[in-house]
């Protein structure tokens, strides 16, 4: 069975800062990856997804991610964190080899503070 | 263009009761998927309706049930409700039940007392 593990639960940087989460996903076959962003009371919002190609994919609000497959990695990245940027950030996979269903499996989710 | 929708917001229940919840796809969209998200964690796949019927299905046990309508709206429905049930309750909605471009709802958030 799938499985997504985000090993931090809270980090706090500072409004200017570089921002990466950590994600590591157990998958056996072509996994898709994803990246969401839930600010509170409000649903998810997709930052960007990665399906095959190039393996450094680029999001929306100034994010990317970086598939590594040798370590079964997909961190996400952000050069300079706005204060905006304050949410809980979901890492998740799907999979890539069947066609008959588009199933998401989460990680527990990483809360992200930014300091003035 | 609206989006996918959810009704209602919130609502409150006891222990024992049976409650309905639903949702409304983004328009154009014919796959709808419901995703439990308790309190600090990440949402858990329930199932998802294409063509009115589930196609896949989550973890979950029986006392949750769904419908798909023939205007891609759906309902959750969920019975002899529990205290671990509380939680919110994502719908997402795509074209095609393949697809994983899938736009998610801001969800209805459940107590159970």
């Known amino acids: 069975a799938q499985s997504v593990t985000q090993p931090d639960i809270h980090i706090t940087v500072s409004e200017g800062a570089s921002l990466e989460l950590r994600c590591n996903y157990s998958?056996?076959?072509?996994?898709?990856l994803f990246w969401y962003v839930q600010s509170p009371g409000q649903g998810l919002q997709l930052l960007l997804k990665y399906f095959s190609g190039d393996t450094l994919v680029q999001g929306i609000k100034g994010f990317e991610a970086e598939f590594k497959r040798s370590q079964s990695s997909f961190n996400l990245r952000k050069p300079s964190v706005h204060w905006s940027d304050a949410a809980e950030y979901f890492c998740?996979?799907?999979?890539?080899?069947?066609?008959?269903?588009?199933?998401?499996?989460f990680g527990g989710g990483t809360r992200l503070m930014v300091k003035p | 263009d609206a989006g996918v929708t959810q009704s209602p917001t919130h609502l409150i229940k006891t222990r024992g009761q049976q409650v309905t919840l639903r949702c409304s796809p983004k328009?154009?969209?014919?796959?709808v998927s419901w995703y439990q998200q308790a309190l600090g964690q990440g949402p858990q796949f329930i199932f998802q309706y294409y063509e009115e019927e589930e196609r896949q299905r989550g973890n979950f046990p029986d006392r949750f049930s769904g419908h798909q309508f023939p205007n891609y709206s759906s309902e959750l429905n969920v019975n002899a409700l529990l205290l671990g049930d509380s939680a919110l309750y994502l719908c997402?909605?795509?074209?095609?039940?393949?697809?994983?471009?899938?736009?998610f709802g801001p969800g209805t958030r459940l107590t159970v007392t």
């Open positions: 998740a996979v799907g999979d890539g080899s069947n066609n008959a269903g588009n199933m998401l499996t």
């Open positions: 997402a909605s795509s074209l095609g039940e393949g697809s994983y471009e899938q736009y």
């Open positions: 998958y056996g076959a072509t996994p898709y």
């Open positions: 328009s154009g969209h014919d796959t």
